[in-house]
């Protein structure tokens, strides 16, 4: 990362804050390669916290810089009117993800709001929050489609995908994701968008140990798979996502759909696509989400994928 950039991401932040977002949103998306010297950093609006994130360590004299710029960031005008109520640097890149509270006061949670739904952030005390806000329009769509219909969402996480299919009109939602913590995080989510939790299910297991229970409670109209990169001892994605398209047809209805996401730089829309015309031919890729405009990125194939195939 270099120094000489930070003026740059100085002026894109007052720009941006000049009419702050009324929800969620990502306000500098480095990662995207798109900003010269500036590629591992982000800056999000958590409802008025505002989280600065480094993903890799910088130089001492970038980091120095980096401090100066946002403290003085917090005595202009346009900060003072935006509403933020704090400021917060996370170096993601060192041991336990510590947190620095520059500016204002921040508690260890938040809740911000997304397409009109509540969902409760973990601030300061893991290095992902419990939500990825690039997947915001895959979340849409699941809510925009999943009316009447049984859906499976795999690799749950904090069920963001389960709160949007519930407030869609979903029939039920079975939940499955071995850490159940953050599906703990998702009770807490349903609940905070007054869900009926009688039509939600949540499945502490690990997925491959878990297909004849997953099979029990299917057919599913719409299985979500939303796996990480790589998960010690239990998923690398270019090994084990086979495994998961291959049981598709025996878990869909006969007019099913997938939601499939990759979030892996290295991995393209096209590994997905393949797998699925070999495992599971009868699965026709029909559409790729488009990511939402904050996350452009120099390579459309560096971001998110997200692929929604159609058995129809």
């Keep these: 990362m270099e120094t000489t950039a930070l003026p740059t991401l100085e002026q894109h932040l007052l720009n941006e804050l000049t ?5 969620v949103r990502r306000l500098f998306h480095g990662r995207g390669r798109c900003w010269q010297g500036l590629e591992q950093l982000t800056v999000d609006w958590l409802s008025g916290q505002v989280l600065v994130s480094l993903f890799k360590e910088p130089s001492e004299s970038f980091l120095n810089e980096l401090h100066k710029i946002l403290t003085g960031l917090c005595t202009s005008e346009i900060w003072q009117q935006s509403g933020a109520s704090s400021l917060l640097l996370q170096h993601r890149d060192r041991l336990g993800s510590p947190m620095e509270i520059l500016w204002g006061e921040s508690g260890d949670y938040q809740d911000v709001v997304e ?7 973990d601030l300061g005390r893991k290095q992902n929050n419990g939500l990825f806000l690039d997947m915001r329009n895959g979340r849409d769509w699941v809510m925009h489609h999943a009316a009447g219909k049984r859906v499976l969402n795999l690799f749950a996480y904090t069920c963001g995908f389960s709160v949007a299919a519930i407030e869609g ?9 071995m850490a159940k913590a953050a599906l703990s995080r998702g009770r807490d989510n349903h609940h905070l968008n007054k869900h009926d939790l009688k039509k ?3 499945l502490g297991h690990e997925l491959f140990k878990s297909w004849g229970k997953v ?4 057919p599913y109209d719409l299985i979500i798979i939303d796996p990480p990169s790589f998960q010690k001892g ?3 994605l270019t090994k084990d996502y086979q495994k998961i398209l291959r049981r598709l047809p025996d878990l869909l209805t006969e007019a099913g759909k997938v939601v499939a996401c990759v979030n892996d730089p290295s991995v393209s829309s096209q590994f997905l696509i393949d797998g699925m015309a070999t495992e599971a031919p009868e699965l026709m890729f029909t559409e790729r989400l488009e990511n939402p405009p904050e996350f452009k990125d120099i390579d459309p194939e560096g971001g998110l994928k997200v692929l929604v195939f159609d058995r129809n």
């Design 19 to 23: 009419s702050p977002p009324t929800e």
């Design 115 to 121: 397409n009109g739904l509540i969902f409760k952030l």
């Design 169 to 177: 009109g979903a029939e039920h939602v079975v939940n499955l994701d």
């Design 200 to 202: 939600v299910s949540f």
């Design 215 to 218: 099979r029990k409670l299917g």
């Design 234 to 236: 239990s998923f690398a």
